[in-house]
């Protein structure tokens, strides 16, 4: 995944499981997920603050939430995947950022 031109840690959740589970009972880390498809996620029961970010089917980042404590449940049409990692200060992810996943062009 490429975000504003430098490539992050990821991974791709896209069975059912995986998409349920997303940050629950996972310590800190600084790997993004994203969550495939999705376009609803909940923070009952997570013990540390998300960073989530709405995204398109083609690439453009909808609608971003920093700091979504728990027992939240964030919802948006038109969504068909959410990127979510333990909340960091800094630069992430905005309305507008476009999504690429592969290998990034020299």
Known sequence: MSLQGKVERFQIASTVS???RGMLFREPDDITR???????IHTFG??????????????DV?????KVS????????GASMVAERF????????????????????
């Open 62 to 66: 909808l609608e971003v939430h920093r």
């Open 34 to 40: 994203l969550l495939v498809p999705c376009h609803d």
């Open 18 to 20: 995986e998409r349920m």
């Open 87 to 106: 909340s960091q200060e800094g630069d992430w992810l905005k309305a507008g950022d476009r999504i690429r996943l592969g290998v990034p062009h020299e």
């Open 70 to 77: 728990a027992r939240r449940r964030i919802k948006r049409k």
């Open 46 to 59: 997570m013990r540390h603050p998300l960073d989530v970010a709405f995204i398109s089917k083609e690439g």
